[in-house]
Nanobody
Framework: QVQLVESGGGLVQAGGSLRLACAAS????????MGWFRQAPGKDYEFVAT????????YYADSVKGRFTMSRDNAKNTVYLQMNSLKPDDTAVYYC?????????????????WGQGTQVTVSS
């Protein structure tokens, strides 16, 4: 059974930082792209960041570019999202997901497995 487990969420003041982690029990982890999405209350899922199978390529939403950094450790089957200069608009449940392809993807439909999410709350 495939499991993606996010951790690292919490409450932080605007301007602060958080580091999210996602541990995957996925046999093909090191050969697929991974992504982070978020969902704010009353809003649809929003793409945040994605990384290709070997970590050599990343792609970010314009809203987080320059503030968030995604990375992966294939030896640990884990991806990370370093979030700096957080804003109240970043408040959401953050989900990690495993894609069906090795190259990074921003389309939600490209992701097969999803975690349960971790809450990030940024206070002003």
């Amino acid at each position: 059974q495939v499991q993606l487990v996010e951790s690292g969420g919490g409450l932080v003041q605007a301007g602060g930082s958080l580091r999210l982690a996602c541990a995957a029990s996925l046999r093909t982890f090191s050969s697929v792209a991974m992504g982070w999405f978020r969902q704010a209350p009353g809003k649809d899922y929003e793409f945040v960041a994605t990384i290709n199978w070997n970590g050599a390529g990343t792609y970010y939403a314009d809203s987080v570019k320059g503030r968030f950094t995604m990375s992966r450790d294939n030896a640990k089957n884990t991806v990370y999202l370093q979030m700096n200069s957080l804003k109240p608009d970043d408040t959401a449940v953050y989900y990690c997901a495993a894609a069906t392809t090795p190259t990074y993807e921003y389309r939600r439909s490209a992701y097969r497995y999803w975690g349960q999410g971790t809450q990030v709350t940024v206070s002003s």
